[in-house]
């Protein structure tokens, strides 16, 4: 059964840093391409970076140049590193495989002053 938990959201100021983090477990994680989406309140969740098992990335605009995707193959786990962030990037965060598998509980990133 595969399962995927994110960890490492929390609050922020505007302009500051977060690196959150998807540790998967059964499945062969390094031939996989993953995904990072968020879903703010009262909206829809919305792809925001993909890692292929090459190690090929990548954004969606409204990301691109401020979040960074990698992922580290021995340690089953993807990151994200978010940088320079805004309030509207106020949601919760969550990974999954680029043909999806069910989805974790997600992690709140809260951007506000």
């Known amino acids: 059964q595969v399962q995927l938990m994110e960890s490492g959201g929390g609050w922020v100021q505007p302009g500051g840093s977060l690196r959150l983090s998807c540790l998967a477990s059964g499945t062969i994680f390094s031939i996989r391409s993953m995904d990072w989406y968020r879903q703010a309140p009262g909206k829809q969740r919305e792809f925001i970076a993909r890692i292929g098992s090459s190690g090929s990335t990548n954004y969606a605009d409204s990301v691109k140049g401020r979040f960074t995707i990698f992922r580290h193959n021995a340690k089953n786990t993807l990151y994200l590193e978010m940088n320079s962030l805004k309030p509207e990037d106020t949601a919760v965060y969550y990974c999954?495989?680029?043909?999806?598998?069910?989805w974790g509980q997600g992690t709140q990133v809260t951007v506000s002053s």
């Open positions: 999954n495989f680029a043909i999806p598998e069910p």
